[in-house]
């Protein structure tokens, strides 16, 4: 059995015939061809598929795509701004917030959320709105950095 699936992404009318099993990552990456949301452990813990749905954070492995039919999700392709990184993306980059950069995608939309909700986080804040999501590499030290320094700039 397939079934049709239109939602929003990143402002768009986005449709496609599905398994009713596809989960949402797959979806986005396989089916709409946004390869940066990233897939890590796919079963809720690294946080590396975190995309916005109906602007809460959402672990895109863990999610189908039926059940965010009709929603507004937003992905790290919508964090660009025409092309050129966004505000965010480009504090993580000034702060060097990354070394592979396979966690960067779910790092960058966990921070979307925590400075809508908290626009001048402290340095606890920062670090507790990102526990949820694994690096391998950085330390996360540069991570924490780069959430404040768009803080900072009010990105
Ligand atoms: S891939 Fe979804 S939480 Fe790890
Ligand atoms: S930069 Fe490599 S996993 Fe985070």
Redesign the pocket.
């Known amino acids: 059995m397939r079934v049709e699936v239109t939602l929003s992404v990143n402002g768009a009318e986005r449709s496609a015939t599905i398994e009713p099993r596809r989960t949402l990552a797959d979806f986005l990456r396989e089916d709409l061809g946004l390869t940066g949301t990233h897939l890590g452990c796919e079963h809720g813990v690294c946080g590396s598929c975190t995309v916005l749905v109906d602007g809460a954070s959402a672990r895109s492995c863990l999610m189908l795509a039926v059940q965010a039919r009709g929603a507004e999700v937003t992905t790290i392709e919508g964090l660009a701004d025409h092309g050129a990184m966004g505000p965010l993306q480009a504090a993580f980059r000034d702060s060097h917030s990354?070394?592979?950069?396979?966690?960067?995608p779910g790092f960058l939309m966990t921070a979307v959320e925590l400075l809508r909700e908290n626009p001048h986080p402290t340095e606890a804040e920062v670090r507790a709105g990102i526990s949820g999501n694994l690096?391998?590499?950085?330390g996360y030290e540069s991570i924490v950095r780069g959430v404040l320094l768009a803080a900072e700039r009010g990105a």
């Open positions: 990354f070394q592979c950069g396979y966690c960067t690096c391998r590499c950085t």
